[in-house]
């Protein structure tokens, strides 16, 4: 099998999952640079003799002998960072959002089809999870009918609250930090456009947030231009653990993904009732998604293939997210 050079940009709380992935469990990857501003995060991986580090980008990019790069850099850094590995000839896996305005959107889309030879994969890990994959095969076979309400539900636990409250006002808000994963679904399973967007949230738990404009439990309502509904809640102070449902009701059945986000199949039997362990995080959750979605990358270099998640859909969502971004600041119903 042929193994592709991958070099990372960013090791925090998702690209150390990535590195060690690319490190230890996928075939296709050789992982031979990483790059973290952070130095002592590239003293973790040195351990694992990866002795190939940087603390700036660009001199990766130039030195690294790169065939491929994994962007897990903060938000606000991915558009710049794609367009510079894409036009020194790399490949390119960005996590979402793909860019922060619609104006970085536009010009990772140029940049994109200006290198019709190289592959841009964007980190929408939940189309490669086996029950949304099971789902869509449902969808797209016709088993629902024509679908017409995507409805949704995501959570991150209480227990990760600290961490939230400390990168809240470089998020992007509530929509473009995590909605963007429940737009790009709701995009994916019920085709078309969103017509318009309405938007409410708050500072329930944490009064603070709302401050400095953000939330910690968000609600949105899309109505699509072909009449499709789309419905979502997205919090980050979940009792229970981590929580991503799905509904999806078409004219002829309806369809439900995680309405219980069991950890595994153990249920204790006890005077409280029947409990069930739940999922801590995402990485838990979403480990097998988060794998196969850098498979299908790399696999889309080997095979001269399109990857299922582009340029094209990161403009899509980062509209939507931006839109209800808006209605929630301005109360109003915002049409794109
Ligand atoms: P983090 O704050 O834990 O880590 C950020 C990392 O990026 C650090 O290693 C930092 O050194 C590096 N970095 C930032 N700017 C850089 C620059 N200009 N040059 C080089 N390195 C730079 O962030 P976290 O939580 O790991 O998130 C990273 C990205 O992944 C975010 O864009 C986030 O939206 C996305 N994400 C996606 C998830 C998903 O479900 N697909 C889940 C969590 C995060």
Redesign the pocket.
């Known amino acids: 099998m042929k193994n592709i050079r991958v070099g990372i940009?960013?090791?925090?709380?998702?690209?150390y999952h990535h590195a060690q992935d690319l490190m230890f469990r996928i075939p296709q990857a050789e992982l031979v640079a990483a790059?973290?501003?952070?130095p002592e995060?590239l003293e973790k991986v040195r351990t694992w003799g990866l002795e190939n580090v940087y603390t700036d980008?660009s001199e990766m990019i130039k030195n690294a002998n790169l065939e491929a790069v994994v962007i897990?850099?903060?938000?606000g850094?991915?558009a710049e960072q794609i367009i510079e590995a894409m036009d020194a000839g790399i490949h390119v896996f960005s996590?979402?959002?793909m860019g922060v305005t619609l104006e970085e959107c536009e010009k990772v889309e140029k940049c994109v089809e200006l290198h019709p030879d190289l592959k841009f994969q964007l980190?929408f890990?939940r189309r490669f999870d086996a029950s949304y994959m099971a789902a869509k095969a449902k969808v797209d076979a016709g088993e629902l009918g024509k679908p017409f309400l995507f409805k949704s539900t995501s959570n991150d636990p209480l227990a990760t609250i600290d961490g939230f409250l400390g990168?809240a006002p470089h998020s992007g808000g509530p929509w473009l930090?995590m909605a963007v994963?429940d737009i790009d679904l709701a995009l994916w399973f019920l085709g078309g456009e969103v017509e318009s967007v309405y938007a409410i949230g708050g500072g329930y738990l944490y009064p603070e947030l709302e401050k400095i404009g953000c939330a910690d439990n968000a609600c949105a309502l899309l109505k699509f231009k072909d009449g499709a509904m789309a419905q979502m809640h997205v919090g980050y102070s979940s009792p229970h653990g981590y929580q991503v449902e799905t509904e999806i009701f078409g004219e002829g059945e309806n369809i439900r993904i995680s309405a219980v986000p069991a950890k595994n199949r153990l249920q204790t039997y006890n005077r409280e009732g029947v409990l069930v362990e739940c999922d801590e995080s995402?990485p838990y959750r979403?480990n097998e998604a988060f794998f196969n979605e850098k498979v299908a990358f790399l696999n889309c270099i080997i095979n001269d293939t399109i990857p299922i998640a582009g340029a094209k859909d990161g403009t899509a969502t980062t509209k939507v997210a931006l839109a209800a971004t808006k209605a929630f600041e301005t109360g109003e119903v915002v049409h794109i």
């Open positions: 940009v960013g090791l925090g709380r998702l690209g790059c973290s501003v952070i995060e980008y897990v850099s903060s938000s850094a991915h996590e979402k959002p980190g890990m990168y930090d994963h995402w979403f």
